[in-house]
């Protein structure tokens, strides 16, 4: 039973890479590309490691996974920000879609960005 729960997380952890992959061909601009990887990259990794968990059940097999989760988690996160605040410090433009420039030029420094 545990194996097929376990086959079943896997392939929802490969179907949110999936997603990642179309989201990065699909999204308008590096902001919400950075995000589809994200959010796609923790979701995915922590279905796919606890899934492989679940096929080989040990107490040092669960604390490997939880750990490799929230290390990739909170890589993750720390990555994403700096892509993000990367790609707005070099004036990478924002898609029409995606909404204003909240902070404007005056607050970070540089002149204004185009559209």
Do not use: W
């Amino acid at each position: 039973m545990l194996e097929v729960v376990g086959t079943g997380l896997i392939v929802l952890g490969a179907l949110a890479f999936v997603a990642t992959g179309v989201g990065i061909v699909r999204l308008p601009d590096l902001y919400c590309r950075i995000s589809s990887v994200t959010t796609a990259s923790g979701f995915g990794v922590g279905l796919v490691v606890f899934g492989v968990v679940l096929h080989a059940p040990s107490v040092a097999n669960i604390l490997q996974g939880i750990l490799a989760v929230l290390l990739n988690l909170t890589t993750a996160a720390v990555g994403g920000h700096a892509l993000g605040r990367a790609g707005y410090l070099s004036g990478a433009p924002l898609s029409h879609r995606t909404g204003y420039d909240d902070l404007g030029a005056e607050a970070a420094g540089r002149p204004e960005r185009k559209r």
